[in-house]
């Protein structure tokens, strides 16, 4: 949906002014929290949004079918997201976890609730403030399951930008936990590597 938003043609029928619509209002709610993220990390409140972490807005919508035999599969494997932050909005069926101190929680569906979930970018820029959250979706049998994933990022398209640890968080105490990367070496390491369930962010880690 940003930078460039698609022909309105190429998007289903079924969901394409609800998908429009409720994209705008999902980049409004990203400025918002990205405004406090910043604040809460002592930083002015338009850091974050002038490191071009809402120039790209991914929106993806996931339909599981039911699965006759859950046991066997997943429905998304464990992954954390690549972004700086998703807002994730899912139907009542449920099946989404988190992996929290080693047990795998789960994030019960409430009417109207958004999950926000920190992805690795944000732990990178941070130097580990703020940690992206494991998370896995079970297969069900009584779906189908139908979400959609709101992903920030910068526009990805390889430039000259180079990004790490944001300078004004890091001090003698609190060095540097990743290398600095262009958004390419970001990008290519994050597709090659597929969701096998080991964690990205430690490709970048000093
Ligand atoms: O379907 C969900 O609830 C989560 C999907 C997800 O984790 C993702 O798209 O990255
Ligand atoms: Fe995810």
């Known amino acids: 949906m940003a930078p460039d938003p698609p022909n309105p043609d ?82 009542q069926i449920g099946g989404l976890q988190i992996l929290h101190k080693d047990s795998w929680v789960d994030v019960s569906p409430l009417p109207g609730a958004l999950v926000i979930n920190i992805g690795d970018f944000l732990q990178i820029i941070t130097n580990d403030k703020f940690k992206s959250v494991e998370h896995r979706v079970l297969a069900n049998r009584a779906g189908p399951r139908i979400s959609v994933a709101g992903f920030f990022s910068t526009n990805m398209l390889p430039n000259s930008t180079v990004y790490g640890p944001i300078k004004e968080l890091l001090s003698e105490e609190n060095p540097p936990k990743y290398k600095d990367f262009t958004l390419e070496e970001y990008t290519k390491g994050y597709i090659e590597k597929g969701l096998d369930g080991t964690s990205h962010l430690s490709r970048f880690k000093i």
Not at 31 to 45: A, I, K, P, V
Not at 47 to 75: A, E, V
Request: glycine share 8%.
């Open 10 to 91: 190429e998007i289903p029928l079924a969901c394409r002014d609800a998908m429009i619509e409720y994209s705008k209002h999902v980049m409004t709610l990203g400025g918002f929290l990205f405004e406090l993220l910043s604040e809460s990390l002592g930083l002015h409140s338009e850091m974050l949004k002038s490191m071009d972490c809402m120039k790209g807005l991914n929106m993806i919508g996931h339909y599981y079918p039911p699965c006759p035999q859950p046991d066997l599969t997943f429905g998304t494997s464990q992954h954390s997201d690549s972004s700086f932050i998703t807002i994730l909005l899912q139907d």
